[in-house]
């Protein structure tokens, strides 16, 4: 039988916009996967560190204040400083496009999902790009 | 996982034993998906284990089990015990998902080092707990925590497989419980080594405490242990302290009355349960020939065999099972 996918859905920063997280964990949840939601106002560093003892796959971090520059190469940052770099971080949120090129180029992010992507689009991308073997 | 091979997996216990925390965290997720190498680990891991108080902390949904244990850390923090906590929240049956929110009321400890939280869906385990539980603990045993905390899901009235997975089990009401005490009389209201009455700087919980102590003055099962009845507020701190206390005066009581004993019972139930999965694991990949069950499936059919003995004649077959051997 398949490993079960983990997923982390995280909430940086001081934006307390939390609803398409809860909405995206709900998702993920029904698609079968064990989604930990560690709830509003985390640090990259208490990100990273659920992420390692959690043992999940794949770090979702949700990021409507602006400030995605800035916390997904810290929150890569800290994933290698602790070993941890495959462990594979996707976002969402209102990012513009022209930041989810640089984002993924810079290799800060595998995927980043803006507004109006269906749950369907996500979860299959997540499915596809974890190796349950 | 993106390890495999027995090298990796040797280095992972090396590591484990080292107090790695990502070695933890990856040996956890192997037993928890039941991989192969899980029995070698647990071979390996288990001379270190035995060491670690296993606490169980259960009770109704929204008793305040998280934020008990949150301050409750923080009690054992301070004095320097390294902490592990299994929160266990309930898988779907439907889709086998599992939104795992035990951690957002444990921030307070989210970058200490020496505080190891793992969250764990149930994954078709209707005891209150998850059928890795048990091995999980010796992880995190052999990993180096003295004291290990584990949550169960929200419980109503049998869900039970804590007592025999924790040294002292907490029973968590809520000031609300008063009506279902009655009710609870039998199951979750027997298996408490202590019972704590969270919330209590929003009412007054006098009734609901004596409600207890009543009912703990007919029970047979609290002659040489009495459970207290404990008043915590995980939201002001009130009580922790005390309840730390007691929990320790618990582990005294048992090692003084022959935890010996009480270990071989809970080690019994372990390998019976164990043994139980083994056989119910050749029954389903097909450890009979498909042959044998056919023919005795015909033998049913026909009206030549009755089904019990007929399970009895290949569960024989099965474990080699010899009369008085």
């Known amino acids: ?133 | 996982m993106s390890t495999s091979g027995v090298i990796k997996l040797a280095d992972y216990v090396d590591k484990l034993l080292e107090g790695d925390r990502r070695s933890a965290a990856k040996i956890i997720t192997l037993i928890e998906n039941d991989l192969p190498g899980k029995e070698e680990i647990i071979r390996r891991v288990y001379p270190h284990t035995g060491r670690a108080h296993v606490i169980g902390v259960t009770g109704p949904p929204g008793a305040g089990k998280s934020s008990l244990i949150d301050r409750l850390v923080g009690t054992l923090r301070a004095e320097d015990l390294r902490v592990g906590v299994i929160a266990v929240d309930p898988s779907s049956p439907f889709s086998g998902g599992a939104l795992l929110g035990d951690r957002i009321r444990m921030q307070e400890h989210a970058l200490d080092r020496k505080v190891f939280i793992r969250s764990m869906g149930t994954r078709g385990t209707l005891g209150g707990l998850s059928r890795a539980t048990k091995d999980v603990v010796k992880i995190l045993d052999a990993y180096g925590c003295d004291v290990i905390l584990i949550e169960t899901v929200g419980v109503g009235q049998t869900e039970l497989d804590i007592m025999h997975c924790a040294d002292s089990t907490v029973v968590v009401l809520g000031p609300g419980a008063g009506d279902r005490i009655q009710a609870m009389k039998a199951g979750i209201m027997e298996i408490a080594d202590l019972f704590v009455i969270n919330k209590c700087d929003t009412a007054d919980v006098t009734r609901i405490k004596n409600d207890i102590e009543n009912m703990i003055d007919l029970s047979p099962l609290a002659r040489d242990w009495r459970p207290p009845v404990l008043k915590t507020s995980a939201f002001t701190g009130d009580g922790i302290g005390g309840l730390w206390e007691r929990l320790q005066a618990h582990k005294a009581f048992k090692i003084s009355s022959g935890r010996s004993a009480l270990e071989a019972e809970k080690l019994k139930a372990e390998l019976l349960e164990i043994m139980y999965g083994k056989v119910m694991e050749r029954l389903s990949t097909g450890g009979l020939s498909n042959g044998k069950m056919k023919e005795m499936i015909d033998s049913v059919l026909e009206r030549r065999v009755d089904p019990y003995t007929a399970a009895d004649t290949l569960l024989e077959k099965l474990i080699c099972f010899r009369e008085g051997a």
């Open chain 1, 1 to 133: 039988m398949a490993r079960k996918i983990r997923v982390l859905v995280a909430k940086p920063g001081l934006d307390g916009h939390d609803r398409g997280a809860r909405v995206i964990a709900r998702g993920l949840r029904d698609a079968g996967m064990e989604v930990v939601y560690t709830g509003l106002h985390q640090t990259p560093e208490q990100i990273v560190e659920a992420a390692i003892q959690e043992d999940v796959d794949v770090v979702g971090l949700s990021i409507l204040s602006g400030a995605h520059m800035t916390i997904f190469p810290r929150v890569c940052e800290l994933l290698k400083e602790n070993g941890a770099e495959d462990i594979m971080v996707m976002g969402g949120g209102t990012v513009p496009e022209d930041d989810v090129k640089e984002l993924k180029n810079g290799g800060w992010a595998k995927e980043i999902f803006t507004p109006g992507t269906t749950l369907e689009t996500i979860v299959e991308w997540i499915n596809s790009n974890v190796n349950t073997d």
